[in-house]
């Protein structure tokens, strides 16, 4: 059976020219030029997905491995550096000692403010909601079904919210609220204006892919999407196209390990006593971070270079690094389709040492059945046939699938025709995707029965 193509990775071709058609989206695109960005090899907006609804960057043309992508100045960057350094607003901020995450929340709120008179007017335009589950309501959030999920979405609204609010008393203390603040003047406004521009540069942010000393967003590059496989590399260069630094991956550090995950986009590995307890088939790609962070030079520029070739209208995307579909929802409000980093985790006490077994989207089972008998075995039944420890795995995911979203594997998923809105049936497809992970190893087990 031939199979489908994937709808990710070649643009739909009657969304794009619809989207095109909005005149906000011509008039960035000649800002981008006035700015110095060379983007004469790619195609943006273009639309992917399966109805089009994903924005994205595409290629206008064939592009070989090793080849240029699109090229922009440095110094168009947005960070603690260039905000603390300019006038006006930047001497308000500074004023204030904020850290990274406020200083770029701040100037995006002052920005949104100027409307037309921002420089950054025709860059904001063409942001759609960042749309981060953090931002849902009671009701949405519990739509997702997916317990550790929603317990990381509401620590993260609860941090964000008390933020916005110290960040308030702070401003409200130097009499600066009417910089950052449209409408009224109030607390509640204030922290609803806060949290929607911190959703905005919170998920543009580009920092580990160029090794940078600050968050970093970058217009037109923070538009290319993370993608499996086919990723870009990332490359800082100076006016004579020297390279000064690259990097293909967004963070370094190996995988997300349900029950090892933090919120707002930050991972750090295991310490290798978490990593002494836990088992895993698909080997941790633990990487010594020794990079050197570092400020662009003046006349540098950023360039994305292909790690394959491309094909015309092939989308161009980045690698944030291997990550969880869980972490990818709940730090940016996306989930990939078949994503080979995905897993789930079972707490299991192996010989009087409990261990987090890691199963991986359609790795083997080996190291988990291995363990199951060990469980059976200190359990008592020292003799017991391969069946029963195949059954006792099965039972096992059956429970932590319970435990994950309080619902039985063995119930029929109601199928669901119509959405109320884009939020129920992005968390209907997420709990769907994660359900296949679970379903597909129990299948994978009963088979080894029969």
Same mark, same amino acid.
């Given at each position: 059976?031939?199979?489908?193509?994937?709808?990710?990775q070649?643009?739909?071709k009657?969304? *794009?020219?619809?989207?095109?058609?909005?005149?906000?989206?011509?008039?960035?695109?000649d800002?981008?030029?006035l700015?110095?960005?060379?983007?004469?090899?790619?195609?943006?907006?273009?639309?992917?997905?399966?109805?089009?609804f994903?924005?994205?960057?595409?290629?206008?043309?064939?592009?070989?491995?090793?080849?240029?992508?699109?090229?922009?100045p440095?110094?168009?960057?947005?960070?603690?550096?260039?905000?603390?350094?300019?006038?006006?607003?930047?001497?308000?901020?500074?004023?204030?000692?904020?850290?990274?995450?406020?200083t770029?929340s701040? !100037?995006?709120?002052?920005?949104?403010?100027?409307?037309?008179?921002?420089?950054?007017?025709?860059?904001i335009?063409?942001?759609?909601?960042?749309?981060?589950? !953090?931002?849902?309501?009671?009701?949405?959030?519990?739509?997702?079904?997916?317990?550790?999920?929603?317990?990381?979405i509401?620590?993260?609204?609860? %941090?964000?919210?008390?933020?916005?609010?110290?960040?308030?008393?702070?401003?409200?203390?130097?009499?600066?609220?009417?910089?950052?603040?449209?409408g009224e003047?109030?607390?509640?406004?204030?922290?609803?204006?806060y949290?929607?521009?911190?959703?905005?540069?919170? %998920?543009?942010?580009?920092?580990?892919? !160029?090794?940078?000393?600050?968050?970093?967003?970058?217009?037109?590059?923070?538009?290319?999407n993370?993608?499996?496989?086919?990723? %870009?590399?990332?490359?800082?260069?100076?006016?004579e196209?020297?390279?000064? *630094?690259?990097?293909?991956?967004?963070?370094?550090?190996?995988?997300?390990?349900?029950?090892?995950?933090?919120?707002?986009?930050?991972?750090f590995?295991?310490?290798?006593?978490?990593?002494?307890?836990?088992?895993?088939?698909?080997?941790?790609?633990?990487?010594?971070?020794?990079?050197?962070?570092?400020?662009?030079?003046?006349?540098?520029?950023?360039?994305?270079v292909?790690?394959?070739?491309?094909?015309?209208?092939?989308?161009?995307?980045?690698?944030?690094?291997?990550?969880?579909?869980?972490?990818?929802?709940?730090?940016?409000?996306?989930?990939?389709?078949?994503?080979?980093?995905?897993?789930?985790?079972?707490?299991?006490?192996?010989?009087?040492?409990?261990?987090?077994?890691?199963?991986?989207?359609?790795?083997?089972?080996?190291?988990?059945?291995?363990?199951?008998?060990?469980?059976?075995?200190?359990?008592?039944?020292? *003799?017991?046939?391969?069946?029963?420890?195949?059954?006792?795995?099965?039972?096992?995911?059956?429970?932590?699938?319970?435990?994950?979203?309080?619902?039985?594997?063995?119930?029929?998923?109601?199928?669901?025709?119509?959405?109320?809105?884009?939020?129920?049936?992005?968390?209907?497809?997420?709990? *769907?995707?994660?359900?296949?992970?679970?379903?597909?190893?129990?299948?994978?087990?009963?088979?080894?029965?029969?």
């Amino acid at each position: 059976m031939q199979s489908q193509p994937d709808p990710f990775q070649f643009s739909d071709k009657e969304a *794009t020219q619809e989207l095109q058609k909005d005149p906000k989206y011509a008039k960035f695109l000649d800002w981008c030029n006035l700015k110095g960005m060379n983007l004469e090899r790619i195609n943006y907006p273009s639309a992917y997905g399966p109805s089009g609804f994903l924005l994205g960057v595409g290629a206008n043309q064939k592009i070989k491995k090793g080849e240029w992508i699109l090229r922009t100045p440095c110094s168009s960057r947005i960070d603690f550096e260039t905000i603390r350094d300019s006038s006006g607003v930047g001497e308000v901020i500074q004023a204030l000692d904020a850290n990274q995450d406020i200083t770029l929340s701040l !100037f995006m709120m002052h920005q949104v403010l100027l409307g037309t008179e921002s420089d950054l007017y025709y860059f904001i335009s063409v942001q759609a909601p960042a749309e981060l589950p !953090f931002q849902w309501t009671e009701e949405e959030i519990q739509s997702i079904k997916d317990i550790q999920a929603i317990s990381l979405i509401k620590k993260m609204k609860n %941090s964000n919210i008390q933020e916005a609010y110290e960040v308030y008393d702070k401003i409200f203390q130097h009499d600066y609220v009417s910089k950052f603040c449209s409408g009224e003047q109030t607390k509640e406004n204030f922290v609803k204006q806060y949290l929607e521009a911190w959703s905005i540069t919170q %998920s543009r942010l580009i920092q580990n892919e !160029f090794n940078l000393k600050y968050f970093t967003v970058l217009p037109i590059i923070e538009s290319v999407n993370h993608g499996k496989g086919k990723s %870009s590399i990332c490359q800082v260069v100076d006016s004579e196209g020297n390279v000064l *630094t690259e990097n293909n991956i967004g963070n370094l550090n190996c995988y997300c390990i349900p029950g090892i995950e933090v919120n707002n986009g930050q991972y750090f590995p295991p310490s290798e006593e978490e990593l002494e307890n836990i088992i895993t088939e698909v080997p941790f790609e633990m990487v010594e971070d020794d990079t050197s962070y570092f400020v662009p030079p003046e006349g540098s520029f950023f360039q994305l270079v292909s790690s394959q070739d491309l094909e015309e209208g092939e989308q161009i995307t980045n690698n944030y690094g291997h990550m969880t579909n869980r972490y990818h929802f709940v730090n940016y409000g996306f989930f990939l389709r078949n994503n080979e980093s995905d897993c789930f985790s079972i707490k299991l006490k192996v010989s009087q040492k409990v261990k987090l077994i890691i199963l991986h989207k359609n790795n083997r089972n080996d190291k988990f059945l291995a363990s199951c008998k060990q469980v059976l075995y200190d359990a008592g039944l020292t *003799t017991c046939t391969s069946a029963l420890v195949c059954q006792f795995a099965i039972d096992l995911i059956k429970q932590q699938y319970v435990l994950d979203f309080g619902s039985s594997l063995d119930e029929e998923e109601e199928r669901i025709q119509y959405f109320e809105s884009n939020r129920i049936r992005l968390a209907y497809e997420y709990r *769907t995707e994660q359900r296949q992970i679970y379903s597909q190893h129990v299948a994978d087990l009963q088979k080894l029965i029969v």
